[in-house]
């Protein structure tokens, strides 16, 4: 089993940044994929960024440009930096982690809110 706890969120103006924290624990050697997925009030949960052991990444078109994910394999920790913060980012963000050649992550988080007010 993995654990993913996450932790960064709040509450920002628009324009501004946050960055969440995600330690992940357990049988992190089975984890080769660890991302970053998104839900609004009332949508359903989208894809925000993807990176692989290899460090290949993937961006939803919406972030592109504005947020970054990273990694501290020594402190087992996946980062999502998040810049020029917008209203519509306001969402639930999961940290996800699971195998490169599965399209959904196998293991979630339990989300941390982030609201970006106007």
């Known amino acids: 089993q993995v654990q993913l706890v996450e932790s960064g969120g709040g509450l920002v103006q628009a324009g501004g940044a946050l960055r969440l924290s995600c330690v992940v624990s357990g049988n992190i050697f089975s984890i080769n994929k660890w991302g970053w997925y998104r839900q609004a009030p009332g949508k359903q949960r989208e894809l925000v960024t993807e990176v692989n052991s290899v460090g290949s990444t993937t961006y939803a078109d919406p972030v592109k440009g504005r947020f970054t994910i990273s990694r501290d394999d020594a402190k087992n920790t996946v980062y999502l930096q998040m810049n020029s913060l917008n209203p519509e980012d306001t969402a639930v963000y999961y940290c996800?982690?699971?195998?490169?050649?599965?399209?959904?992550?196998?293991?979630w988080g339990q989300g941390t809110q982030v609201t970006v007010s106007f």
């Open positions: 996800t982690a699971g195998k490169m050649f599965l399209r959904t992550p196998q293991y």
